[in-house]
């Protein structure tokens, strides 16, 4: 009897493994889950959001996060999309200051503070060695193309979020 039992079990259990779906995960699905990537740097870009007067400006900002990704930046670059940009996040707040060496197009430096508002916007000239200071410890500092915050209205003590 029980022989028999196992003989009418078994290939029923063996049937119905073969019949489970399976979980299949179509491409244009793996692509909107995998990180974005820039294609000049390979940087991963995410998105960074400004809120400004009410109004929420989002744009696709490639994240430099080692010392050598930050050091390159945005240097040899001749052109950028007008919602892109670069963010620079760092481990905590402190004191920051840019320059322009070898970098070909102007640029809006907005330093962020540890409350994610905004510190300071400088307007970078190409090519310039003069340092650009931070006003105050900065979490992070965003690049934007020169003009571009003024053009939405961007300005200290707007809110921003990684």
């Known amino acids: 009897m029980m022989k028999r039992f196992f003989s009418l079990v078994i290939p029923m259990a063996l049937g119905l493994a073969a019949c489970t779906q399976q979980a299949v995960v179509s491409p244009a ?42 050091a390159q930046g945005l240097m040899f670059r001749t ?20 320059w322009m060496k070898n970098t070909v197009i102007p640029l809006d430096i907005i330093y962020i503070g540890a409350d994610h508002k905004i510190l300071n916007i400088a307007n970078a000239k190409p090519y310039s060695l003069d340092p650009i200071p931070s006003d105050g410890p900065a979490l992070a500092v ?16 707007d809110e921003v979020s990684w």
């Open 79 to 98: 052109e950028m999309g007008k919602d892109e940009g670069m963010i620079f996040p760092r481990p905590y707040a402190q004191p920051a200051s840019f």
């Open 29 to 70: 699905v793996a692509a909107e889950t995998a990180p974005a990537t820039h294609p000049v740097s390979g940087l991963e870009v995410i998105p960074v959001s400004i809120t400004s007067h009410g109004a929420k400006h989002v744009f696709r900002a490639e994240v430099a996060k080692t010392a050598r990704e930050q």
């Open 142 to 157: 965003l690049e934007l193309n020169g003009g571009r915050a003024a053009e939405l209205g961007i300005k200290p003590g």
